[in-house]
């Protein structure tokens, strides 16, 4: 089943064709990985997908709906979540604040109600409470809940954004670079994480770098270079793609590509 | 912990201040001194108003003292033109203070940093030009006499019960305010403080939760205009003018930005010690000046959260 299609996607910054004419069709509860040199316009496919970025023309559809130019709150209220790559924390609050926010769109209280703070608030609250624990605890940080998180090192944020998007159920989450600063242990946990997020139906799209975690745990691989999609298909499939080769080292691109891809 | 326990973390501020202005008028030698502290809880009411919209939600505003203007010119002008009872024009003055805080938050929140800084120091000075201009219904520059408040078919008079009713409402005021703090809504106002890309993908409406903010605040401030009218028996356009603004933002931003006490503390500070400097004659102002700055330096997240978190032993 389908849960994201983007159709001929493109966008412009100045002159500059950022994404041209990008098409990908991504499945329910699958890993689909978006990899390409830097520059290759990763990052701009997500902040289109995710309506930060309204695309020159282009259409997406989320679980069968048009959702083109859709504003980012109401992308959310249907499902889809991300993290970024350079991160957005709430700095001021505790890592278990941050992750009550990703449970916005759960809570149904008004804002009298919560002026007055009427006993409907106090049993949100509690209900909110309980699932960002589970969420922190599914990223391993159950431990952090009541430190500000802005006291959090880098690997820690990395995961509590991660937590703060699942606390959000999502139907189709972004991860862009989860693991950009992460030890190879940390990334090795977030191999498991993944796989964990996927198999409770979540569809997860990646952008990331390492390509050791890309290969590990993507089911397709969408590649990208200078806005274009250069090849899409699975892990083995692109692994062996000259052309994707060619685009991560140059023309010249031997031994050492292959080891950049595989 | 459980969750008695951080019941009773939660509103222990709010009981300090309780406690605090029930047992502080033993102290008083004079009448003078519930003059001074009902300004105080007025003023305090109004900057807890603006803290929601600044400590909350991070945007600024230099024109606040807008709707002290609304609220205290709905007072003034529906007791004497309309005959309307006081009780009823306070309600008037918040209802037109939240209308019009709709009316011109929707545009300017749209607006960050100093751009929306000087929009709302726009909106203030709109104000005062307009209850300046108006002289047949306002007085003009002269300003104009304020009927006095009748609670339970009796005129309030003295100090003394305008304290009472003073901290009754600033005390409802704060603990509204710490209500939403720990609320859905007010999480929603300290995500978009700290990053409104990340909270409106968490499904933040994030211009309506400002506007929220804004019309709320608005409200508070209102209504403490009111009561500066009411409290004064005259008023006139300063009431609304810049120098009134900024010094709600210095209650805020002193007292510390977010915290509940916080803006009880800076009201306190900002009404008092000009009072007390007078001693000083001609050197008052300067001397007033060199403390807000040394406050600043020393406590820079504000009075409030700096003693809290030397308190608690870990400053930052």
């Known amino acids: 089943m389908t849960i994201l299609e983007a159709a001929h996607l493109s966008i412009a910054f100045g002159g500059v064709r950022a994404l041209d004419d990008v098409s990908l069709v991504v499945d329910a509860s699958v890993v689909f990985s978006i990899i390409g040199p830097n520059g290759a316009g990763k990052t701009t496919l997500f902040n289109v997908i995710s309506g930060l970025y309204a695309p020159l023309h282009g259409r997406v559809r989320l679980a069968g709906e048009d959702v083109t130019g859709f504003a980012p709150h109401r992308l959310a209220r249907r499902g889809l979540s991300r993290t970024f790559q350079n991160l957005q924390i709430f700095f001021r609050m505790t890592a278990l604040e941050n992750v009550m926010v990703g449970r916005h769109r759960h809570e149904s209280t008004d804002i009298l109600s919560d002026l007055l703070h009427l006993p409907v608030v106090h049993r949100q609250n509690r209900g909110t409470r309980e699932a960002a624990r589970d969420a922190l605890a599914r990223v391993g940080l159950s431990e952090a809940a009541n430190r500000q998180a802005g006291t959090l090192p880098y690997g820690a944020l990395k995961r509590l954004e991660i937590a703060r998007a699942l606390a959000s159920e999502p139907k189709v989450l972004l991860l862009d670079e989860p693991a950009a ?66 685009a991560y080292l140059g023309v010249h691109g031997t031994n050492e590509a292959a080891c950049a891809v595989g | 912990m459980n969750v008695r326990a951080l019941m009773a973390q939660r509103y222990v501020g709010l009981t300090v201040i309780a406690a605090i202005v029930v047992f502080l008028p033993f102290f008083f030698p004079s ?54 009872p006081p009780l009823l024009c306070i309600l008037a003055g918040a209802a037109l203070s939240g209308l019009v805080a709709f ?11 100093h751009y929306l800084a000087v929009a709302t120091l726009g909106f203030g000075v709109l104000v005062t030009i307009v209850l300046t201009n108006e002289a047949a219904w306002t007085g003009g520059p002269d300003g104009m006499a304020v009927p006095r408040l009748v609670l339970f078919a009796r005129p309030v008079r003295g100090a003394d019960a305008w304290y009472w009713i003073a901290a009754a409402s600033f005390l409802i005021g704060a603990t509204v305010a710490q209500n939403l703090s720990d609320s859905p809504t007010g999480r929603a106002l300290k995500a978009i403080q700290d990053s409104e890309v990340a909270s409106s993908m968490l499904g933040i409406d994030v211009s309506r939760q400002k506007l929220a903010a804004f019309v709320i605040s608005a409200v508070f401030v209102s209504v403490a205009g009111s009561y500066l ?62 403390i807000l700055m040394g406050l600043m330096i020393f406590l820079r997240q504000g009075i409030v959260p700096s003693l809290a978190a030397t308190l608690a032993g870990r400053r930052t």
């Open chain 2, 31 to 84: 009448a003078y001194y519930y003059r001074v502290a009902a300004l105080v809880l007025i003023f305090a009411l109004a900057a807890t108003g603006l803290n929601l919209l600044m400590g909350f939600a991070g945007q600024v505003s230099l024109g606040h003292a807008g709707f002290l203007g609304i609220g205290a010119y709905s007072v003034a002008i529906g007791a004497t033109y309309f005959a309307a």
């Open chain 1, 181 to 246: 600063g992460c030890n190879l242990v940390e990334t090795q946990d977030l191999d498991g994480v993944i796989r964990s997020i996927v198999k409770d139906g979540v569809t997860v799209m990646l952008v990331e770098h390492d390509m050791r975690l890309v290969m590990n745990i993507s089911d397709r691989i969408h590649v990208l270079a200078n806005g274009r999609t250069l090849v899409e298909g699975t892990v083995a499939e692109v692994r062996s793609n000259a052309a994707v080769v060619e």
């Open chain 2, 103 to 113: 009316g011109v938050g929707r545009p300017i929140l749209r607006l960050k940093g």
């Open chain 2, 229 to 290: 009218s009411l409290f004064n028996g005259h008023i006139t356009p300063d009431i609304s003018g810049f120098f009134r603004s900024i010094e709600l933002v210095t209650m805020v931003v002193l007292g510390g930005m977010g915290s509940i006490v916080g803006p009880f503390v800076g009201a306190a500070v900002v009404v008092v010690l000009p009072q007390t400097l007078t001693v000083l004659h001609e050197y008052e102002d300067m001397v007033l000046g060199l």
